[in-house]
């Protein structure tokens, strides 16, 4: 961009990892919904697919996704963008994806994640279901973050910040190194906030830069 002086000013970000984002195809939230909304009803299905207690959040519930349910477009589709995001910073190719885990989490009024990070290589948070409103912001402060994502790396310095905070879309999904605290905010209203998470491993000498 050019200043009042005419000269030219280029931003780049040499720092810092990067999250990408990116789109969920309709007909993928519409299988992952259906499947979630089944297992809601089976009480012997959603307690065996419970994985609440070996995950972070304070939520209603945490469904594991099995193998079976993932074969096909939703693991062709996970495959896909997590290649493209690091092949687009690395250039280089990238030979294997490996899905170590996924899970829906099932965030209801005065919910939330704490800060925490995941494990493999490559992790993702997405939306599939958002309440109507996530409730209005308390003492009449202009920016509302309830129910909102955070992002957090490193300490706030000059023209770094250490915290990115993302307003959840249906469809919208993120991502990201695993090494990358995140949390999710509390909402206030009637509604469920339902996303999608995946850890996932990739060629072993691409992520281990230490190695090169």
Known sequence: MKNDKNLDIHI????????????IPKILIDKINS???EVIKDEKKSKELDHGQKLAGQVTQEIFLPNEMLQGDVLNFFDTISKA????L??????KFNLI????VRQFEGEYNPTHWHR????AA???KLPDSFGSSKQGKTENVNGKINFVHGSKQFLSMSIITEKPEVGKIFL??????????????KGERRSISFNANINEEIYDVYSQ
């Open 126 to 128: 997405g939306y599939l």
């Open 12 to 23: 780049i970000r040499p720092f810092g990892p990067a999250v990408a984002q990116t789109t």
């Open 176 to 189: 990201f190194p695993n090494y990358i605290m995140h949390s999710v905010n509390p909402f206030y209203g």
């Open 35 to 37: 499947f979630v909304d």
């Open 90 to 95: 690395t250039g280089k190719k990238v030979t």
């Open 120 to 123: 493999g290589h490559i992790s």
């Open 101 to 104: 885990k996924c899970w829906v």
């Open 85 to 88: 995001y690091v092949e687009n």
